[in-house]
């Protein structure tokens, strides 16, 4: 069976997000100043080839932890659909 995987990868709370500080910044120039605290990561779509749900859960969850997301400054989650 095929499913589809959608991830969130984003960097942990505790640590600071220069990228999302930046935005932060920006939004206040774009007239914008209700915006705050942007936080920004990354969206992965992968497609997975498993015998059932949760098979397919743990090869994604083995995909996050040993490539996808960096632990010590990133969590992720994902929600994995048949496809």
Request: charged residues 30%; glycine residues 4%; proline residues 4%.
């Amino acid at each position: 069976m095929k499913f589809t995987a959608e991830i969130n990868v984003m960097p942990l709370k505790a640590l600071l997000d220069p990228q999302g500080k930046t935005v932060t910044s920006s939004m206040k120039n774009l007239g914008l100043p209700e915006i705050s605290n942007v936080r920004i990561g990354k969206h992965i779509s992968l497609e997975v080839e498993a015998a059932s749900k949760d098979e397919a859960i743990n090869k994604v969850d083995t995909a996050c932890k040993k490539l996808l997301a960096n632990q010590i400054m990133e969590y992720y989650e994902f929600e994995v659909k048949e496809s």
